[in-house]
């Protein structure tokens, strides 16, 4: 069982940045996918950023290519996302995600975007609020 505890979300203007962390329990890094997703009112949970299986490769959504960053530190157990060039379309509760069984092998083997059931363990988020 991995635990996550998401933290850095905040109201921001448009054009800035911010970093969220996740705080892991202790895990196997080299087992585990990592991601992060992200969730509007109204709208479905999305995956926006990830660590497919090895921690060395990475999967974007369009939507953030190019402004957003995904990064983990293995020795501490903490998983990052660096935010810029917010948009107000950004706003949304973040949430980070866990998975080291068959699920994580497959969305790897894959290299496919991030289904919500690809991961087991969820952080309760965190909430992110870009204005004009």
């Known amino acids: 069982q991995v635990q996550l505890v998401e933290s850095g979300g905040d109201s921001v203007q448009a054009g800035g940045s911010l970093r969220l962390s996740c705080a892991a329990s202790?895990?196997?890094?080299?087992?585990?996918?990592m991601g992060w997703f992200r969730q509007a009112p109204g709208k479905e949970r999305e995956g926006i950023a990830a660590?497919?299986?090895?921690?060395?490769?990475?999967y974007y959504a369009d939507s953030v290519k190019g402004r957003f960053t995904i990064s983990q530190d293995n020795a501490n157990y903490m998983l990052y996302l660096q935010m810029n060039s917010l948009k107000p379309e950004d706003s949304a509760m973040y949430y980070c995600?866990?998975?080291?069984?068959?699920?994580?092998?497959?969305?790897?083997?894959?290299?496919?975007?991030?289904?919500?059931?690809?991961?087991?363990?969820w952080g309760q988020g965190t909430q992110v609020t870009v204005s004009s």
């Open positions: 202790e895990y196997t890094v080299s087992n585990y996918c």
């Open positions: 660590f497919y299986r090895g921690g060395s490769s990475t």
């Open positions: 995600a866990a998975e080291g069984g068959v699920a994580c092998m497959v969305f790897t083997a894959l290299k496919r975007s991030p289904r919500t059931d690809d991961f087991r363990y």
